[in-house]
């Protein structure tokens, strides 16, 4: 029988009240349904109407582990506990706490469970659970603070690697160093740890440690190169070599910085971005070389370009607008920019700067297009045309725009041309969503255009005239 099958036929003996053979129905498939979160509900309230008190709080804490999320087995278990097992009670009222989105309150029950047992491996789990919950409270030291007593019960290679990450982001370098320090020496094999720990070390300045704790040849030859020992670096580099891989051609590609071969240094960053595109670290090479060669447009356009994967579009717009500002003729930085307003909203500086590229280019349909667009939202309908027209006249491809056209048309009461526009956007985008609705307003267009000029031409006579009395 299926488990939706074993479940309605245990639901339907249960809706007869004929509970114990129900519990005995899923009682008899526990093996099967063991890992199923309704199966495990089912039996335990079962087993808890029959009184079986011990199997339905087994039952409940079978359910909590394959459903965390289950506001009903932690309740349960809550009275289940409650004047029998204090740890257990107050690690199930935090979880529940947390659960009901009241984290904050939940640090007292932690505190209270961790009193509540002397089991050292109850007390490791409850500071373990209290850390996570400080850590979610933004209250990093006192999460650091737990983390540490953890550690005075049992060495853990995670505990260690947790701890610098909080350091780190913290910004205290020195004691995410010393925490790793103490972790390679109590896990000398653990890789991780001593990466992470010559990483820290490169960051510092102190290139002989990070060799010490390199355990990779990519640290290795990072550590050699930031050292400025190019010969053991490049000797390291001709042993690693893989050209599979992005890392390599960005080793090689500092090798040729720090040697000033910036030719070979530019073929190589080329290469690590087909292997890794879109990796700011690209761009930042790019603006080192071109800072090397006293490009200070390129410096500032590529530190943008990196600014803009990193998604610090704040940063990425200042640089961009430096290297406007060096070179005005140069269309790059204003096509970056106006990325970003676009993105932003910002209007006036989208004119702006979509003005300046028409300058610079002016058959530059997207350009022409982004003018009319700004003009439209801002009902300028005739402006807004006037750079529409000159878009399709550039060779534009973007179909959209003649319904753009069309709308504009329609504005200036010009229904003839609007009639055209729309027809060509019909025939170049058929499937398009708006074509029903377009077809219609064609058909008013056939049948009422002329009068509905004429209506409103009278209309406005009729109020000019008022207004001239």
Known sequence: ????????????????????????????????????AEYLEKIALLAKTLELNEEAAKYWEELVVVNPNSLVGYSELLDIYNGKDNYKYYITR??????????????????????????????????????????????????IDEYFRILEHKDDMAIYYKLADLYCEMGDRYSAINTLERGVKAFPDADELGEY???LYIKEGQYDKALENARSEYTKIKAYLMKGDNDNAFAFLNQYKDET??????????YYFNTQDMEKCSENIDKFEKLSPQNPLVFQMRALVCDAKNDVYGYHYNMGKCYSFKQDYELALAEYLNAHRQDPSKSGAVKEIIKINEASGDKTSLMEFYEKLVRQEPDNTFALKGLGDVYADMYEFKSA???????VKAGITDYEIYNKMGFAYEKVKDLSSAKEAYEKY????????????????????????????????????????????
């Open 197 to 199: 720990l010559s990483g």
């Open 1 to 36: 029988m299926s488990t939706s099958g074993i479940l309605a036929q245990a639901q339907m003996l249960a809706d007869e009240e004929q509970y114990e053979r129900a519990y005995e129905l899923l009682k008899n498939s526990y093996e099967k349904l063991k890992d199923d």
């Open 94 to 143: 935090a979880k529940y706490k947390i659960l009901n989105e009241q984290v904050s309150q939940s640090v007292d029950d932690y505190k209270k469970a961790i009193n509540s047992t002397a089991e050292e491996a109850d007390i490791i789990n409850a500071r373990f659970l209290l850390a996570k919950a400080y850590e979610f409270l933004g209250k990093n030291q006192n999460a």
């Open 245 to 254: 891989n992005a890392n390599y051609f960005a080793l090689m590609a500092e």
């Open 385 to 391: 045309l006037e750079y529409y027209e000159k878009a």
């Open 426 to 469: 019909l025939a170049k985008a058929p499937l398009s969503p708006d074509t029903e609705k377009l077809k219609e307003k064609l058909a008013k267009m056939d049948t009422s255009s002329s009068s509905a000029v004429n209506t409103e031409e009278g209309f406005i006579d009729k109020i000019m005239k008022l207004f001239g009395k």
